[in-house]
């Protein structure tokens, strides 16, 4: 079990070799788990790999088990959804390092998609504006109007957190100084092509 606690070892067996009167031999058999030698990314560009590496730890010598593989790959997924890249598949293999020991290669192949296009905006809350004026405040976070076709209707991360602030602005220009988003939330549509926003807000007196 101490053994086990250590993480180093991907299995670990004892067995009976002998026995002889009131003494028992006992083999120890134990499999140590390999090591990182190096990430090679795929599908995105080399500036951005170093920013990877260091928040997923996946540093020279770490200790590459299951835990690591799947952490690695859910933070990646959704470091991109946050971006509006909801449909980011990654994909992590390990190949064994012939020139280093008990070393592997990490293969992280990140296939982003295109970024989806919003199909609605809600919101909950809202009394004294409607839900149409609440979205006319949005300058860069539009829902998709075939009439509109100069200004687009992609999810991007940080316009959109200038979108909230200017929905609250939006409120305080007609007195409702303590008014303010509670909530918001960006998901996929039933479908799963589109995007769907709903803003919950708190309007205040």
Not at 188 to 194: D, T
């Amino acid at each position: 079990k101490k053994l086990g606690k250590l993480g180093l070892f991907s299995d670990i067996d004892f067995y009976v070799s002998k026995t002889e009167g009131d003494s028992i031999w006992l083999d120890l058999d134990i499999v140590e788990l390999p090591k990182l030698n190096e990430v090679k990314f795929q599908g995105v560009k080399k500036s951005k790999t170093e920013g990877l590496i260091k928040d997923n730890g996946l540093t020279k010598g770490k200790i590459v088990n299951e835990n690591l593989i799947t952490t690695t790959k859910n933070y990646i997924e959704n470091k991109y959804k946050k971006d509006g890249y909801f449909n980011t598949k990654v994909y992590i293999n390990t190949i064994p390092d012939t020139t280093e020991g008990n070393q592997v290669i990490m293969l992280v192949n990140i296939d982003k998609g295109d970024k989806l296009k919003i199909k609605k905006i809600t919101f909950d809350g809202n009394e004294k504006f409607s839900d149409s004026k609440l979205r006319s405040a949005m300058k860069n976070t539009k829902q998709i109007n075939r009439f509109r076709i100069f200004k687009g209707s992609k999810f991007i991360k940080d316009k959109y957190q200038e979108d909230l602030t200017s929905i609250v602005a939006k409120y305080k220009e007609k007195g409702y100084r303590d008014a303010r988003v509670v909530s918001d939330s960006v998901f996929l549509n039933e479908k799963k092509s589109k995007l769907a926003i709903n803003i919950k807000v708190e309007e205040g007196r």
